[in-house]
C-alpha cells in the first residue's frame, strides 16, 4: 500500500512551468497560423477579384439573355400560327401565279395543237406542289378534233392527266373543254 502524503500547507508548490512553456508556444503557433490564414484570405481576394469580375459580367449577360428568351417566347405565344400559314399560303400561291410563264405554256400548246383546232381560252389554278392544272376551251373544225387534242396532250410530258370536260356541236364547229395538269419547266411550290 502506498502512504498517504498529506500537503498541509496554505499555497502548496506546484511547478507549472512547462504547462506555461506548452501554453506559450501553442499561443504562438495560433498566432502564426490566424495571420497565415489571413494573409491566404487577402491574397485570394486581391488574386481572384478579375475572376470574379468576369464571373459576375457573365451572370448579368445570363441573366439578360433569359429575359430576352421570356419576352421572345411570350411574342410568340401571341403570334396566330394558324393565321400566319394561311397567309404565306395565299402569299405563295399569287407568287406563282405571278412567275408562272405564259409565253412558255402557248409555246408548248402550239407545239402540240392540232392544224384544225382553234383554242378560246386557256384557265390555270396552281396546286401546292408546283402542277398547273389547266382547263382550255377549244372549238374543231370537225369531231375528231378533240380526240386529236387529247392524244397530243397525252405524248408530251411536260402534259399529264388530259381528261375532256364538255363537248358541243354549234355551227361554227365542235366546242370542247379539256382538264390538264402542266407541269412547268421551272415548278414554283405554292407552300
Avoid at 496554505?10 to 499561443?27: A, G, H
Avoid at 400566319?84 to 412558255?104: G, K, Y
Avoid at 380526240?147 to 370536260?165: G, I, K, V, Y
Avoid at 373543254?177 to 414554283?188: C, E, Q
Wanted: proline share 3%; glycine share 6%.
Amino acid at each position: 500500500m502506498k502512504p498517504l502524503h498529506l500537503n498541509l500547507a496554505s499555497r502548496p508548490f506546484r511547478d507549472y512551468r512547462q504547462l506555461y512553456v506548452v501554453v506559450i508556444i501553442t499561443s504562438i503557433l495560433i498566432a502564426f497560423m490566424l495571420l497565415n490564414n489571413i494573409e491566404t484570405g487577402y491574397r485570394y481576394v486581391r488574386d481572384t477579384r478579375t475572376t470574379r469580375g468576369k464571373i459576375d459580367q457573365i451572370n448579368r449577360q445570363i441573366e439578360l439573355e433569359n429575359r430576352k428568351t421570356e419576352e421572345a417566347g411570350q411574342r410568340l405565344r401571341g403570334v396566330n400560327v394558324k393565321l400566319l400559314a394561311e397567309q404565306a399560303t395565299f402569299v405563295n400561291a399569287r407568287l406563282a401565279e405571278r412567275a408562272f410563264s405564259w409565253s412558255e405554256l402557248l409555246d408548248r400548246l402550239e407545239r402540240i395543237l392540232p392544224s384544225d383546232v382553234r383554242i378560246e381560252s386557256v384557265s390555270p389554278s396552281f396546286a401546292k406542289d408546283g402542277l398547273v392544272h389547266l382547263t382550255l376551251f377549244a372549238v374543231a373544225k370537225n369531231g375528231e378534233g378533240m380526240t386529236s387534242m387529247l392524244d397530243h396532250l397525252n405524248h408530251d410530258l411536260r402534259f399529264a392527266n388530259a381528261f375532256p370536260t364538255a363537248e358541243e356541236h354549234t355551227t361554227t364547229g365542235w366546242k370542247f373543254g379539256i382538264g390538264v395538269d402542266y407541269k412547268p419547266s421551272i415548278a414554283r411550290a405554292g407552300e
